[in-house]
């Protein structure tokens, strides 16, 4: 429940962004849109990062947690917008309700691929794998 509570906040900051970056632009060109769902997706990943490590995962912020943080992100970008791209191409959309609607659902297979690796690799429990790689001590 607290993954879906951080999703939904980092998703609001991401959608407000990407809105704020492309309102009176009537129909943006795709190269305008790439670049404000990056942008935006940028904000929100670091309005995500901040509360998982805090609520979600109850995990410590430190240097090596960020960067697999950074590193999952950045690949669930590149999905985020490979599923934009590709939705533009096939639905070929009309106004801004259109574009949200392929935002929306792009943002299912990043969020996907996001939880997954947060769970397992940004903010991996460090007491188990210390225990896993010292099982002697775990025991004592």
Request: charged share 15%; with cysteine.
């Amino acid at each position: 429940m607290r993954f879906l509570g951080v999703g939904i906040a980092a998703t609001a900051t991401d959608f407000l962004i990407f809105n704020l970056a492309i309102a009176g632009t009537g129909d943006p060109p795709a190269g305008r849109v790439l670049l404000a769902n990056s942008f935006a997706f940028a904000c929100g990943t670091f309005v995500g990062y901040m509360l998982n490590a805090r609520l979600t995962f109850r995990a410590r912020s430190d240097r090596g947690s960020l960067a697999r943080y950074v590193i999952v992100a950045t690949t669930g970008a590149a999905l985020y917008n490979g599923a934009i791209i590709a939705l533009i191409r096939v639905a070929d959309p009309d106004g801004l309700i259109a574009l949200n609607l392929i935002k929306l659902a792009s943002v299912a297979l990043s969020a996907t691929w996001n939880f997954c690796g947060f769970a397992f690799f940004a903010f991996r429990d460090q007491r188990t794998q210390t225990q896993a790689a010292t099982p002697h001590e775990a025991r004592l």
